[in-house]
């Protein structure tokens, strides 16, 4: 097995004395930015004015803009969303960089040379796996979520330290936390989302719901079958994997599970998974998300439009809406939320 590295592994004191900038108070900052202010370390937060500010002033951060932020702290976390952090980076980070720690929540853009860091700092990342309103939730319940951590650069020798003390004050340790590379948690972590989490996830959900609605059941019937249930399985996932999940569940269902599971993820569904991780690999998945980012989305929009009109969307809000307790923590955590 792995390394694994816990709670016991950090230097519980390497973060004492040093200021983090926390850049970006969206899902992953404002996580990163309350858990470790929790956990006693000294924080600031780098933004624009904006909603983002308000929500970090109000949540009682010392807030600055981008390059003051940079300028007085020790350790510099980049946590703004992926297309904007090369621009970002170099007309308000880099000019303010001595020889702070740089670092990131995903490989994307050192893997891809979209931002190149000054040989004179250490540069690293410490990425959750998982999204950032459970990283702040998990840690409130004493919990956490895993993470990968990666060196690329270590100037000062202490970039392991920093790693693990950071991923300790955020609550990473308590879950454990494995060492990794740029390129294979950036490779990996596009896969993950765009074939199972996300892509894979969201494309059998409306596959099923829409066989069913086409047949002729009822399109709330559909909804419960197909996407509210499947939290309630994959939370059983979670706690006991597959067996666990399978104990639960009927022996029919498993049966269906056993026979049917291949019927669906076929051989070619599997070969097209291996064309993703390529395109990944190659860079064609960043080059294609870069020029859409370049053109202002174009694609992006349209499709964006297009999922929210669909009817899961609209059947799931009236459904919800009668079932409080299921976004009681979305309510509070969402700045803007869709509901
Ligand atoms: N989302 C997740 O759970 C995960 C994300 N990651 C990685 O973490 C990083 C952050 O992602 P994520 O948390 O999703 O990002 P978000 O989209 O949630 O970040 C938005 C934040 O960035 C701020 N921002 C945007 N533009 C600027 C600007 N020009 N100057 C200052 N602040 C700005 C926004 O402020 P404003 O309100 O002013 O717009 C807001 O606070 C990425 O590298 C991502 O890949 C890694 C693991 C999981
Ligand atoms: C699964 C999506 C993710 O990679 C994440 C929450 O880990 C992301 O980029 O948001
Ligand atoms: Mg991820
Ligand atoms: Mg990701």
């Known amino acids: 097995m792995a390394k694994m590295y816990y709670n016991g592994d950090a230097n519980e004191a390497y973060l004492n004395g040093k200021k983090v900038a926390v850049i970006g ?3 992953q900052g404002h996580a990163h930015a309350l858990n470790m202010r929790d956990s006693g370390v000294d924080v600031v ?3 624009r004015k904006g909603k983002s500010w308000d929500k970090a002033v109000e949540d009682g951060l010392e807030v600055y803009t981008v390059a003051e932020a940079t300028a007085k702290a020790d350790v510099v976390m980049i946590l703004l969303p992926d ?10 980070i880099e000019p303010n960089l ?7 929540a995903h490989g994307f853009n050192v893997h891809f040379h979209q931002i190149v860091p000054p040989t004179t700092c250490d540069v690293l990342l410490v990425a959750p796996k998982g999204p950032g309103h459970l990283v702040r939730r998990t840690y409130q319940e004493d919990a956490g979520v895993p993470a990968l951590f990666a060196i690329y650069q270590d100037v000062t020798g202490e970039a392991r330290e920093l790693a693990l003390a950071y991923a300790r004050a955020i609550g990473a340790l308590r879950a454990g936390a494995l060492e990794t590379t740029f390129k294979e948690e950036t490779e990996t972590d596009l896969f993950g989302e765009q074939a199972v989490l996300c892509g894979g996830t969201t494309a059998l959900v409306k596959a099923g719901f829409e066989t069913l609605v086409e047949a002729g059941y009822q399109p709330e019937l559909a909804y419960f079958e197909t996407l509210h249930e499947l939290k309630l399985i994959v939370d059983l996932m979670y706690e006991g994997g597959l067996a666990g ?4 569940i009927s022996d029919t269902a498993q049966w269906g599970d056993f026979v049917t599971g291949p019927r669906i993820v076929t051989d070619e569904v599997k070969k097209e998974m ?14 294609g998300w870069i020029l859409e980012n370049q053109a202002n ?3 992006f929009n349209a499709i964006n439009e297009r999922e ?19 976004n009681k923590n979305r309510k509070k955590e969402v700045v803007g939320s869709v509901e």
């Open 25 to 27: 108070y969206g899902s």
């Open 45 to 47: 937060v780098g933004l």
């Open 83 to 92: 297309e904007l952090q090369p621009k970002v980076y170099k007309e308000e």
């Open 98 to 104: 001595t020889n702070q720690a740089l670092m990131f």
């Open 245 to 248: 999940m399978r104990y639960s």
């Open 274 to 287: 291996k064309a993703v991780l390529k395109d990944i690999q190659d860079g064609q998945f960043a080059k």
């Open 297 to 299: 989305r174009p694609v």
């Open 308 to 326: 929210n009109e669909h009817l899961i969307e609209k059947v799931g809000k009236e459904l919800r809406a009668m079932m409080p307790f299921v």
